[in-house]
């Protein structure tokens, strides 16, 4: 089966505000392939030496934003062999090679230590369907939301025109 993001066209180019990229190696270039930071090594905080992991999954939203990225821990790190969902603010992408599309290469970094990257939510069927279900109830709270403010802005308005035309041409 196909990744969601092979899905979308092999290739996405992700803006690096999306990814919260920093980079030790080079300076933020703009762009970031996604099938390039598929199988991205993984690695915690503090942690340079030991990879935990890496990249399986890039989780879009609505935006085609990237809201977080799933990371498949190994093994024989200490949180075993699971998924679990890093979300965007939680990782940094640092890139190598990047004047060479053949040779670029990216090293995550979670912002975490193991404890806490125990705790983030673990990548199952369960928390995809409830996830799509939060991220759709959201997304109709804020339609719901600007709706009532722009109706609220409208009658407002109205409000104040019809006065300031009561106060420039008076009833006699």
């Known amino acids: 089966m196909m990744q969601p993001v092979q899905r979308l066209a092999g290739t996405i180019l992700v803006t690096a505000g999306l990814l919260g990229a920093s980079s030790a190696f080079a300076a933020p270039q703009g762009l970031y392939s996604s099938s390039e930071l598929m199988d991205a090594d993984v690695y915690l905080q503090g942690q340079d ?50 004047d060479n599309l053949d040779e670029l290469r990216y090293r995550v970094t979670v912002n975490m230590d193991e404890a806490q990257v125990a705790k983030q939510a673990q990548y199952t069927n369960d928390w995809w369907q409830n996830a799509k279900r939060d991220a759709a109830k959201a997304w109709e709270n804020t339609r719901e939301s600007a709706s009532s403010a722009w109706q609220s802005t409208r009658e407002a308005t109205s409000s104040l025109l019809e006065k300031a035309s009561d106060a420039i041409s008076p009833e006699q």
């Open 49 to 98: 030496q030991q990879s935990i992991g890496e990249v399986e999954d890039i989780l879009l939203g609505e935006n085609m934003g990237v809201q977080a990225l799933v990371i498949e821990t190994d093994d024989d790190s200490q949180l075993g062999d699971h998924e679990y969902v890093i979300e965007k603010g939680h990782f940094t992408v640092q890139t190598t090679n990047d």
